[in-house]
């Protein structure tokens, strides 16, 4: 065999790596996509938050009791949320949880509910409750957001 300089064998390395080169960048195009269909699957869900406002105006400093905590739910997004069910952590104060629930949340609304605790804090000593809730997007996917902020898919 004669390993000289060939023309053929040079066109069959140049096919290959194209070949390979080509591999690669259709692998790396539907990566991406799985990536950008993930985030889109992902946008509406971020967009849906609760929290707490805590009001000291009936607050009596010889009880510690008084405390007016509100719980505030917002969707942001441009599409509503159904089955939204908002629980207030029992850890930090009373022994039940309180638990909303809401049929839908329309787009751009806000829904705003009393909670009545004691001295209940939050994990860094501020007074509120932790919220936690689930809900199903506009595609029906659940959703769950915990305590600690975590959104995860339940599906």
């Known amino acids: 065999m004669d390993w000289a300089w060939n023309p053929d064998s040079v066109a069959a390395v140049g096919t290959a790596a194209a070949t390979m080169f080509a591999g690669l960048a259709a692998l790396l195009a539907v ?8 985030a889109d699957t992902r946008q509406q869900a971020a967009l849906i ?3 707490t406002v ?3 105006d009936a607050f009596d400093p ?3 009791e008084g405390i007016v905590c509100r719980l505030h739910v917002n969707n942001r997004s441009d599409l509503p949320i159904f ?9 930090l104060g ?11 949340l329309g787009p751009g609304q806000e829904l705003t509910k009393e909670v009545w605790q004691t001295s209940a804090h939050d994990a860094l000593g501020y007074p509120g409750q932790v919220v936690s809730y689930s809900f199903s997007d506009h595609a029906s996917r659940k959703w769950s957001r915990n305590g600690d902020g975590l959104l995860t898919a339940l599906d």
């Open 31 to 38: 990566l991406d996509l799985a990536r950008r269909r993930r």
């Open 49 to 51: 938050g609760a929290w």
């Open 54 to 56: 805590v009001d000291y």
């Open 62 to 64: 010889q009880t510690g």
């Open 83 to 91: 089955n939204l069910v908002v629980t207030c952590d029992a850890r």
């Open 94 to 104: 009373k022994s039940d949880q309180p638990t909303f629930r809401w049929h839908s």
